[in-house]
C-alpha cells in the first residue's frame, strides 16, 4: 500500500471527498437544483448565493465534468446517507472463518472424539474446516492408514459436509477442507 507523506492527501483517498461552498474552486459550476432538476451554467459566487437563499450547501458532486457539476443539499443529510450505506453494506458482508483442525498418526480415541465435537461446533457456526494431519519420521510410510484416519474423521461429523477441497497430500502434511451444508 502506498503511504502518503501529505495526510490530507491520503485521507482524500480513503473516503469519499466533497468540496462545498467556498472550498469549490472551479468559476463556473453547472447547478442542479434540491429536486435534481438541471438550472443552468451560473459562475460559483453566484450559485453559492443562491445555494444560502434557499437554506442550503452548494456541494460539488462531479469535479470531473468541464464544468463542474454543483447540486443543493444539506451536507450534513449527505454524510449521514452515505454512512447508513456503509453501514448497511458492512453488514451484507458474510464472512467465513476458516478454522483449523491438526489430526496427529496417533490420535487417541478420546482425542479424536474432542475434537470431533470442537468441528461440529464450528459447522453449526457455517466456519469451514481445514483439517491437517502432520506425518513425522516413519509415519511417512504409512500414508494408507493415515488416509484412513481422516477419511472416518469427516464421515463421523456427519452427512451433511461439503469437501471443498479433497484431501491434497504435500510433504509430509496432509490437509483436507471442509464446510456444512
Given amino acids: 500500500m502506498r503511504t502518503y507523506r501529505n495526510k490530507y492527501a491520503a485521507y482524500k483517498r480513503r ?3 466533497y468540496y462545498k461552498n467556498e472550498k469549490i474552486f472551479a468559476p463556473q459550476v453547472r ?3 434540491e429536486q435534481g ?14 445555494a444560502r437563499e434557499r437554506g442550503y450547501d452548494l456541494v460539488e458532486i462531479s469535479p470531473k465534468e468541464n464544468p463542474p457539476v454543483a447540486k443543493f443539499l444539506d451536507f450534513g443529510q449527505l454524510q449521514y446517507e452515505e454512512q447508513k450505506k456503509r ?3 458492512k453488514i451484507k458482508l458474510k464472512t467465513v472463518e476458516t478454522k483449523g483442525m ?6 487417541s480415541q478420546h482425542d479424536l472424539e474432542v475434537r470431533l465435537n470442537q468441528a461440529k461446533k464450528f459447522l453449526s457456526k457455517k466456519h469451514k474446516i481445514k483439517i491437517d494431519m502432520n506425518l513425522r519420521g516413519r509415519e511417512k510410510k504409512h500414508i494408507d492408514l493415515a488416509l484412513e484416519i481422516m477419511q472416518k474423521f469427516i464421515e ?3 452427512e451433511k459436509i461439503v469437501i471443498e477441497q479433497p484431501i491434497t497430500r504435500l510433504g509430509g502434511n496432509l490437509s483436507v477442507l471442509i464446510k456444512g451444508e
Fill in 15 to 17: 473516503k469519499k471527498f
Fill in 87 to 89: 453501514q448497511k453494506q
Fill in 156 to 158: 463421523q461429523l456427519g
Fill in 37 to 50: 432538476q438541471f438550472v443552468g451554467i451560473f459562475p460559483t459566487r453566484e450559485a453559492l448565493a443562491m
Fill in 31 to 33: 447547478l442542479i437544483d
Fill in 102 to 107: 491438526r489430526l496427529s498418526f496417533r490420535i
